[in-house]
Structure formats: structure tokens, C-alpha cells
């Protein structure tokens, strides 16, 4: 059974902290916020997206600009 980790306090799957190559990294939760139209804002960077004329959130599993994984971050 999954605990919240001592970084964030949220059950995760896999802990905030992950071995990568040796060494550690930290996973940055984040979450897509919606500005207008088709434009949604990073909630970890501000970095914007366009989702092609369509209002639906976008399937972007992670930010290009950070790499903060949209799972839901801080709003």
C-alpha cells in the first residue's frame, strides 16, 4: 500500500523522488490551468500551450518547457 511521501503528502504510485541514471530527481507535480480559448498555463512554470482550436484539456502528460508531470499539481 502506496504512503504519501514527505515532499508533497500525496499517495503517489511511484515516490517524488526517483532514481534516475544514480541520480536522485525530484518530480515536480503540476496541472494544467485553463486561460481562454484553446490556451492552458503550467501551474509549475507558466509555460502556455495551445490545444488546437479544441476547448478539451490538454492530453500533454508533461510540460515541455519544466517537466513537471500534470497529475494534478498545486492550482
Known amino acids: ?3 504519501p511521501c ?3 503528502r500525496r499517495d503517489c504510485e511511484v515516490p517524488c523522488w526517483k532514481v534516475d541514471h544514480g541520480l536522485l530527481v525530484e518530480v515536480v507535480h503540476a496541472r494544467w490551468r485553463h486561460l481562454c480559448g484553446d490556451e ?3 501551474t509549475n ?3 502556455v500551450i495551445h490545444t488546437e482550436g479544441s476547448w478539451e484539456r490538454p ?3 508533461y510540460c ?3 517537466g513537471a508531470k500534470m497529475d ?3 492550482p
Open 64 to 66: 515541455d518547457d519544466c
Open 40 to 42: 492552458w498555463r503550467c
Open 1 to 3: 500500500m502506496n504512503s
Open 72 to 74: 494534478g499539481g498545486t
Open 59 to 61: 492530453e500533454q502528460k
Open 45 to 47: 512554470c507558466g509555460n
Open 6 to 8: 514527505d515532499d508533497c
